[in-house]
């Protein structure tokens, strides 16, 4: 029997896998009257890494709403250590102080099958090398089920390189369709992505002009929405008390400069994603962004001003305020290093973007920072370490930089061999 027939020509199995797949994209999803995750199984998979982080950032609203008051349980697990029993176990266990628990699963399109795999989740080219691993991906799907009412799995497949759009297993995939839900993250359509901006400065208390819009996605940045975002907030800071961004202020404000592309890195950094941050400081070096000198030299200035904002916020200090002179004394003299001199003028904006960034940073963070670029300045200007390509240098400060990592290629003791 033909499409005609309707569910008539199904199969009793097929109705019963039609009435219970849950797939949806992003766009359906926030339309969706109900949009709970919690007590679900949830894959979020697609291209877009930005949609992604603001459907996580939804189901931690949610389980901060649904925990009365108590601290929710928020696990990461990263998935090419992720394993199905691992999984299981907490899953259907509470969470520590009685609220919602939430298990996350970064990268899950690398949690291990059954083929082989490198050091990087690759399969090997002549099927021998890397280490046979267990198809923790087929052992999940098996686990896939009904949870606890305040608790849930979420799943996030890694950022996409290329035409090959990264995802899970069918079978995982599959498993959680039927028992939770999938969302679909596609890369935004041109004309959907200005509707995006247009939205992003409306949340800002902006009306941004639609050509100003156009200008940004077709000419200026692209479709990349965490990119997008990052221009919309530094244009709705330009802007000030005017309520309305203009294609004038994006031509003025949106020349892609070695200084914005850091600020992005320095935001990747402090979301912890050292696959990111590596891929936009690859990105500076191919496009000749800069030298690997001028790009750790700018690197290391905005980490100075970073270390200055936070001074300056933890006493109270707020973009646009004056300082107080007990303050203002804290800060270098030169005006060359004063971030409140060197930023100011057409460029304050900068203060208010530190600003935020600063109250997501740790000192502790900042101290470690500090030693790295340390450790990688003498490597690249080859007075010690085992690193003399700059290249591979920075590289490695930026997986030091997000993950607080220790890097023993700082130290070069007599006689080792180095790298590059």
């Given at each position: 029997m033909g499409w005609a027939g309707g569910r008539q020509g199904l199969t009793a199995k097929a109705q019963r896998t039609q009435r219970t797949e849950m797939r949806r994209t992003y766009a359906e999803q926030m339309k969706a009257k109900d949009k709970r995750c919690l007590g679900k199984w949830v894959l979020l998979t697609g291209r877009e890494q930005q949609l992604?982080?603001?459907?996580?950032?939804?189901?931690?609203?949610?389980?901060?709403?649904?925990?009365?008051?108590?601290?929710?349980?928020?696990?990461?697990?990263?998935?090419?250590?992720?394993?199905?029993?691992?999984?299981r176990a907490r899953s259907q266990t509470g969470a520590l102080f009685g609220g919602a628990r939430v298990v996350v699963i970064r990268e899950a399109d690398r949690i291990p099958t059954s083929r082989r795999q490198d050091g990087d989740g690759e399969e090997d080219d002549d099927g021998r090398k890397g280490e046979r691993k267990p198809d923790e991906q087929r052992k999940m799907a098996k686990v896939v089920g009904p949870l606890p009412a305040g608790v849930a799995v979420v799943l996030v497949t890694g950022e996409s390189?290329?035409?090959q759009q990264r995802d899970v297993r069918a079978a995982l995939r599959n498993a959680i369709a039927k028992e939770g839900l999938v969302i679909e993250c596609p890369a935004m359509e041109r004309g959907a992505a200005v509707a995006w901006v247009i939205a992003q400065a409306k949340e800002r208390?902006?009306?941004?002009?639609?050509?100003?819009?156009?200008?940004?996605v077709e000419q200026k940045v692209g479709t990349g929405l965490a990119e997008l975002e990052a221009e919309v907030e530094k244009l709705a800071l330009f802007a000030g008390e005017g309520k309305t961004i203009t294609a004038a202020q994006v031509d003025e404000v949106t020349p892609r400069l070695l200084e914005e592309d850091v600020f992005r890195l320095l935001d990747a950094v402090g979301r912890g994603e050292p696959g990111h941050a590596v891929a936009i400081l690859r990105g500076m070096l191919q496009e000749k962004r800069g030298s690997p000198g001028m790009i750790f030299?700018?690197?290391?200035?905005?980490?100075?001003?970073?270390?200055?904002v936070k001074l300056l916020?933890?006493?109270?200090?707020?973009?646009?305020?004056?300082?107080?002179?007990?303050?203002?004394?804290?800060?270098?003299?030169?005006p060359r290093k004063n971030a409140l001199a060197r930023l100011k003028?057409?460029?304050?904006?900068?203060?208010?973007?530190?600003?935020?960034?600063?109250?997501?940073?740790?000192?502790?963070?900042?101290t470690q920072a500090v030693e790295a670029l340390r450790g990688?300045?003498?490597?690249?200007?080859?007075?010690?370490?085992?690193?003399?390509?700059?290249?591979?240098?920075?590289?490695?400060?930026?997986?030091?930089?997000?993950?607080?990592?220790?890097?023993?290629?700082?130290e070069s003791p007599e006689g080792e061999r180095v790298l590059g």
């Amino acid at each position: 029997m033909g499409w005609a027939g309707g569910r008539q020509g199904l199969t009793a199995k097929a109705q019963r896998t039609q009435r219970t797949e849950m797939r949806r994209t992003y766009a359906e999803q926030m339309k969706a009257k109900d949009k709970r995750c919690l007590g679900k199984w949830v894959l979020l998979t697609g291209r877009e890494q930005q949609l992604k982080r603001e459907l996580l950032a939804q189901v931690r609203q949610e389980a901060e709403a649904a925990s009365a008051g108590e601290e929710p349980t928020w696990e990461v697990l990263d998935g090419p250590s992720a394993t199905a029993s691992d999984v299981r176990a907490r899953s259907q266990t509470g969470a520590l102080f009685g609220g919602a628990r939430v298990v996350v699963i970064r990268e899950a399109d690398r949690i291990p099958t059954s083929r082989r795999q490198d050091g990087d989740g690759e399969e090997d080219d002549d099927g021998r090398k890397g280490e046979r691993k267990p198809d923790e991906q087929r052992k999940m799907a098996k686990v896939v089920g009904p949870l606890p009412a305040g608790v849930a799995v979420v799943l996030v497949t890694g950022e996409s390189r290329g035409r090959q759009q990264r995802d899970v297993r069918a079978a995982l995939r599959n498993a959680i369709a039927k028992e939770g839900l999938v969302i679909e993250c596609p890369a935004m359509e041109r004309g959907a992505a200005v509707a995006w901006v247009i939205a992003q400065a409306k949340e800002r208390g902006k009306t941004m002009e639609r050509t100003a819009a156009r200008n940004l996605v077709e000419q200026k940045v692209g479709t990349g929405l965490a990119e997008l975002e990052a221009e919309v907030e530094k244009l709705a800071l330009f802007a000030g008390e005017g309520k309305t961004i203009t294609a004038a202020q994006v031509d003025e404000v949106t020349p892609r400069l070695l200084e914005e592309d850091v600020f992005r890195l320095l935001d990747a950094v402090g979301r912890g994603e050292p696959g990111h941050a590596v891929a936009i400081l690859r990105g500076m070096l191919q496009e000749k962004r800069g030298s690997p000198g001028m790009i750790f030299w700018q690197l290391a200035q905005s980490l100075r001003e970073l270390w200055q904002v936070k001074l300056l916020t933890d006493r109270g200090w707020k973009p646009g305020e004056e300082v107080d002179e007990e303050t203002e004394a804290l800060l270098p003299q030169d005006p060359r290093k004063n971030a409140l001199a060197r930023l100011k003028g057409r460029r304050a904006w900068l203060l208010a973007r530190l600003a935020k960034q600063a109250g997501t940073t740790r000192w502790a963070q900042l101290t470690q920072a500090v030693e790295a670029l340390r450790g990688c300045d003498l490597a690249m200007k080859g007075i010690g370490g085992k690193v003399r390509d700059e290249g591979t240098a920075l590289e490695l400060l930026v997986v030091q930089l997000c993950t607080g990592m220790e890097m023993p290629v700082w130290e070069s003791p007599e006689g080792e061999r180095v790298l590059g």
